[in-house]
């Protein structure tokens, strides 16, 4: 049998000490390189038992947390801890239960103005220019063209309107990603359909029969696009982003050769598994079925949802493309 366990770390700020909560009544985290922020819910058991203050009197629950805070969650089994996330409380609610919201770093990202203009733009120099010295960034060497911000534009806002040039980003721990999605451990994490896969909405299609349309923007250089669309009219749209295709010809093969790499035999949607392997975004996933072995492969994992309660500590994990 395996214990669960959870450590939620409220850090230590000017108005108080840090302190942990250990009991916890849920803990609900998502995650993906779609969605620009990471989120958390921690809700608390109504019995919680919260620090005291330096002179011995206890206190309330909002003078111990409040928004801003920094948290670090972490959960495993038995010893083994891993941090599953670390951010900012953004909000804790007054009712019972009371629940702790959280977004990750990108929360900061929010409340930072930014200014830029160029005709010839790279990633690395944008981002230079508008998010603050004290967060390390991993950028893609990638030109967008001719780029503005807009008046009262956040960082955050910034980098929500580059997924309009295909980049995208998110937070690794403390790091700001940008224009790199599948860059995590080449180690794929194993699924057995027999062994550690709970359930699962998941459905293998042969390639003849995935219907997709790829609809292939090219930024030019002096900020124009071009936008051409090839497969099925009535697929599942992906929106892919190419820098300075010239003419609509060349822009067409790109998409093309895009369409054939979505179309390959495989599954398609979710599965529900346990904490363990633990896995994030990025990351890859070996999927197995003694009963079906032509079936195996690896795949790139998009989006992690963690639920961690009375009933069990699983993840919902959403698979994307296979990984070649």
């Given at each position: 049998m395996l214990a669960m366990i959870a450590h939620i770390e409220l850090m230590a700020n000017e108005r108080r000490q840090g302190f942990e909560l250990r009991h916890i009544a849920s803990c609900k985290i998502d995650?993906?390189?779609?969605?620009?922020?990471?989120?958390?819910?921690?809700?608390?058991?109504?019995?919680?038992?919260?620090?005291?203050?330096h002179s011995g009197q206890p206190t309330n629950l909002k003078q111990w947390i409040r928004q801003g805070d920094r948290v670090r969650i972490r959960l495993g089994y038995n010893s083994n801890l891993r941090q599953e996330f670390i951010g900012y409380v953004t909000d804790i609610t007054t009712d019972l239960p009371v629940r702790i919201r959280c977004e990750d770093a990108m929360w900061k990202l929010k409340q930072v103005s930014a200014s830029y203009a160029s005709k010839h733009t790279k990633l690395p120099e944008l981002l230079g220019r508008i998010v603050p010295s004290t967060i390390a960034t991993d950028v893609a060497n990638s030109d967008i063209g001719s780029f503005r911000t807009k008046r009262s534009e956040t960082v955050a806002q910034v980098l929500s309107r580059l997924k309009d040039y295909?980049?995208?980003?998110?937070?690794?721990?403390?790091?700001?990603?940008?224009?790199?999605?599948?860059?995590?451990?080449?180690?794929?994490?194993?699924?057995?359909?027999?062994?550690?896969?709970?359930?699962?909405?998941?459905?293998?299609?042969?390639?003849?029969?995935?219907?997709?349309?790829?609809?292939?923007?090219?930024?030019?250089?002096?900020?124009?696009?071009?936008?051409?669309?090839?497969?099925?009219?009535?697929?599942?749209?992906?929106?892919?982003?190419?820098?300075?295709?010239?003419?609509?010809?060349?822009?067409?093969?790109?998409?093309?050769?895009?369409?054939?790499?979505?179309?390959?035999?495989?599954?398609?949607?979710?599965?529900?598994?346990?904490?363990?392997?633990?896995?994030?975004?990025?990351?890859?996933?070996?999927?197995?079925?003694?009963?079906?072995?032509?079936?195996?492969?690896?795949?790139?994992?998009?989006?992690v949802a963690t639920n961690f309660s009375k009933n069990g500590f699983r993840r919902t994990i959403h698979i994307d493309k296979k990984a070649r």
């Open positions: 995650s993906s390189w779609e969605d620009l922020t990471d989120t958390a819910q921690i809700e608390l058991p109504r019995n919680i038992k919260l620090p005291k203050l295909g980049v995208y980003s998110y937070f690794r721990k403390e790091t700001l990603v940008c224009g790199k999605i599948y860059t995590g451990s080449s180690n794929a994490a194993k699924f057995d359909f027999t062994k550690n896969i709970i359930s699962n909405n998941l459905r293998f299609r042969l390639a003849e029969d995935i219907k997709v349309k790829v609809v292939a923007t090219s930024v030019l250089t002096n900020g124009d696009r071009i936008e051409v669309a090839v497969g099925d009219l009535d697929g599942h749209v992906h929106k892919l982003s190419y820098f300075n295709v010239q003419d609509k010809d060349t822009l067409k093969r790109y998409a093309f050769a895009d369409l054939q790499r979505l179309k390959v035999d495989g599954y398609h949607g979710s599965f529900l598994a346990f904490g363990d392997p633990f896995v994030v975004h990025g990351n890859t996933c070996e999927l197995a079925d003694p009963h079906f072995p032509e079936r195996s492969g690896r795949y790139f994992i998009k989006r």
